[in-house]
């Protein structure tokens, strides 16, 4: 089994079997935006899924949410990205490339630190960095960068149809504030009761400096995240369960154990509003292998509800301020804010509190390149190269291929109509183009789990051959029989 040690082969296997394509790629390409093509949307279609099924189909205390990518502007004036959400940016002097200081290499340490927080736009100013020994990552130059200075990550629209009523906007930086916003009406129409979580997949928008590796860090990606609503006290067993569940959730769709590891914030790198946080880091093959993020797990205390309470109470500022968002200060939190409009009411026990929530929140498209790299493998067959992903069933693409072994004798016709019976259940493809050997290494690369074969002998028996993408096994299994055998070996 060979070991992947470069990012290349990922990327040249995406490309030429049709997973993923550079965005406007006609036209040069646009940096940081990918296609999903045929293949990478079912692929990513089926990560988005699972995680649904295990996060919200399968349990009995989380519901779903899809809320818009435009949201008002105040939202974001509460959770504070109007104010915090940036990076702290250098530009070399040589070559006028713009670098997010934390990612800035000394010369003689290659360490990345990837865990940096957003810092303050108002603070950033006047806070001191020494870039003296710093290399830049496009020209190479030491030391030669301005003066820090932030960088908001939020991208800005405008809304209205004339210039004088228009309003701006943001696209959302993260899903997890329309969860937030909506935590009243859920509770209101979905007889739900604390514990209980609410979850959303969707897409995010942030206008990054530093963008790297391919879908790994991207401007626009999807997020699937869960706020899960729990009564202060209980956060840390919540925090405990949602950190086991999300970690066996990669290993129970084939991520090698080596490959995963828990990383713990320390308490000076939390977020403002974190009381714990993990991340679920996966080993990427960026350079030598680098441990990176695929999800963190926070406890965000009752911060968030908190917030917005207070956000509620500057709608008056807001009308007679124009619509203007650096004239708004969020109002002094009311003293009884605990019995607040997003509070909670617990009729069992007679109180009323505001929730803590515990937050598992990870990137599709991130995931999805981990389940890419994970699966990828190379070993040598009869001297020659085999490429191939080992998906988990539930991933693939394709779960089953259905080839005619020679293009006469009827065999299409049954092939046909087979792949069309099948498809009733899963992914079915069907190829009668070319040498059958080529035809098995084609759904290798795609990580196709079975080929259904239809040659001479089916015309005799009613049976078929079955190859198995793993362990290039082959059996005879009677057509009346092949759904069922499938559909169990898939997991259907």
Request: proline residues 4%.
């Given at each position: 089994?060979?070991?992947?040690?470069?990012?290349?082969?990922?990327?040249?296997?995406?490309?030429?079997?049709?997973?993923?394509?550079?965005?406007?790629?006609?036209?040069?390409?646009?940096?940081?935006?990918?296609?999903?093509?045929?293949?990478?949307?079912?692929?990513?279609?089926?990560?988005?899924?699972?995680?649904?099924?295990?996060?919200?189909?399968?349990?009995?205390?989380?519901?779903?949410?899809?809320?818009?990518?435009?949201?008002?502007?105040?939202?974001?004036?509460?959770?504070?990205?109007?104010?915090?959400?940036?990076?702290?940016?250098?530009?070399?002097?040589?070559c006028n490339t713009r670098?997010?200081?934390?990612?800035?290499?000394?010369?003689?340490?290659?360490?990345?630190?990837?865990?940096?927080?957003?810092?303050?736009?108002?603070?950033?100013?006047?806070?001191?960095?020494?870039?003296?020994?710093?290399?830049?990552?496009?020209?190479?130059?030491?030391?030669?960068?301005?003066?820090?200075?932030?960088?908001?990550?939020?991208?800005?629209?405008?809304?209205?149809?004339?210039?004088?009523?228009?309003?701006?906007?943001?696209?959302?930086?993260?899903?997890?504030?329309?969860?937030?916003?909506?935590?009243?009406?859920?509770?209101?129409?979905?007889?739900?009761?604390?514990?209980?979580?609410?979850?959303?997949?969707?897409?995010?928008?942030?206008?990054?400096v530093t963008t790297k590796a391919f879908i790994?860090?991207?401007?626009?990606?999807?997020?699937?995240?869960?706020?899960?609503?729990?009564?202060?006290?209980?956060?840390?067993?919540?925090?405990?369960?949602?950190?086991?569940?999300?970690?066996?959730?990669?290993?129970?769709?084939?991520?090698?154990?080596?490959?995963?590891?828990?990383?713990?914030?320390?308490?000076?790198?939390?977020?403002?509003?974190?009381?714990?946080?993990?991340?679920?880091?996966?080993?990427?093959?960026?350079?030598?292998?680098?441990?990176?993020?695929?999800?963190?797990?926070?406890?965000?205390?009752?911060?968030?509800?908190?917030?917005?309470?207070?956000?509620?109470?500057?709608?008056?500022?807001?009308?007679?301020?124009?619509?203007?968002?650096?004239?708004?200060?969020?109002?002094?939190?009311?003293?009884?804010?605990?019995?607040?409009?997003?509070?909670?009411?617990?009729?069992?026990?007679?109180?009323?509190?505001?929730?803590?929530?515990?937050?598992?929140?990870?990137?599709?498209?991130?995931?999805?390149?981990?389940?890419?790299?994970?699966?990828?493998?190379?070993?040598?067959?009869?001297?020659?190269?085999?490429?191939?992903?080992?998906?988990?069933?539930?991933?693939?693409?394709?779960?089953?291929?259905?080839?005619?072994?020679?293009?006469?004798?009827?065999?299409?016709?049954?092939?046909?109509?087979?792949?069309?019976?099948?498809?009733?259940?899963?992914?079915?493809?069907?190829?009668?183009?070319?040498?059958?050997?080529?035809?098995?290494?084609?759904?290798?690369?795609?990580?196709?789990?079975?080929?259904?074969?239809?040659?001479?002998?089916?015309?005799?028996?009613?049976?078929?051959?079955?190859?198995?993408?793993?362990?290039?096994?082959?059996?005879?299994?009677?057509?009346?029989?092949?759904?069922?055998?499938?559909?169990?070996?898939?997991?259907?």
């Amino acid at each position: 089994m060979a070991k992947i040690t470069k990012l290349d082969d990922i990327v040249s296997l995406c490309k030429r079997r049709g997973f993923i394509f550079q965005s406007s790629e006609i036209y040069g390409g646009l940096a940081s935006c990918y296609d999903y093509g045929p293949l990478g949307v079912e692929l990513k279609r089926n990560v988005r899924k699972a995680w649904w099924k295990s996060v919200v189909q399968t349990r009995d205390d989380v519901v779903g949410l899809d809320c818009s990518i435009l949201m008002h502007p105040l939202v974001w004036k509460a959770s504070g990205h109007a104010d915090k959400f940036a990076d702290l940016i250098a530009e070399c002097k040589k070559c006028n490339t713009r670098s997010r200081i934390d990612h800035l290499k000394e010369k003689s340490n290659t360490a990345d630190d990837e865990h940096t927080e957003h810092i303050s736009i108002d603070a950033a100013q006047a806070h001191a960095h020494d870039l003296t020994n710093k290399i830049c990552p496009a020209c190479g130059a030491v030391g030669n960068f301005t003066e820090p200075m932030p960088f908001r990550l939020m991208f800005e629209t405008q809304m209205g149809a004339n210039v004088d009523d228009s309003m701006k906007m943001f696209l959302r930086p993260e899903t997890a504030q329309g969860i937030f916003v909506n935590f009243r009406n859920v509770l209101d129409t979905a007889r739900v009761k604390i514990p209980f979580g609410i979850a959303q997949i969707g897409k995010s928008f942030r206008n990054e400096v530093t963008t790297k590796a391919f879908i790994f860090r991207t401007r626009e990606f999807e997020q699937a995240e869960l706020e899960f609503f729990c009564e202060p006290g209980t956060d840390e067993k919540w925090y405990e369960h949602w950190k086991e569940k999300r970690f066996n959730w990669y290993l129970a769709l084939g991520i090698k154990k080596e490959n995963l590891q828990f990383r713990q914030h320390d308490p000076d790198e939390l977020a403002h509003y974190a009381k714990a946080c993990v991340d679920i880091e996966y080993k990427f093959p960026f350079g030598s292998g680098d441990w990176q993020e695929l999800e963190g797990i926070a406890n965000r205390t009752d911060y968030d509800l908190r917030q917005h309470q207070r956000g509620i109470r500057t709608l008056n500022d807001w009308f007679e301020n124009n619509n203007d968002l650096s004239k708004i200060q969020l109002k002094a939190e009311d003293p009884d804010y605990h019995k607040g409009p997003l509070s909670y009411f617990d009729q069992e026990n007679k109180k009323r509190y505001i929730p803590y929530v515990i937050e598992p929140s990870a990137g599709i498209d991130r995931s999805t390149l981990a389940f890419l790299v994970d699966a990828y493998d190379e070993e040598q067959v009869r001297g020659e190269t085999r490429n191939l992903l080992r998906f988990h069933p539930q991933l693939a693409p394709i779960k089953t291929a259905v080839f005619p072994l020679v293009k006469k004798e009827g065999m299409p016709d049954t092939a046909k109509k087979i792949c069309n019976e099948l498809k009733k259940y899963f992914n079915c493809f069907y190829d009668q183009k070319g040498a059958i050997g080529r035809r098995y290494r084609r759904q290798d690369e795609a990580g196709t789990p079975f080929c259904v074969t239809i040659d001479g002998q089916t015309k005799e028996d009613n049976t078929v051959t079955l190859r198995d993408r793993d362990s290039m096994e082959q059996i005879r299994l009677s057509t009346d029989k092949l759904s069922g055998y499938l559909r169990k070996k898939l997991e259907m």
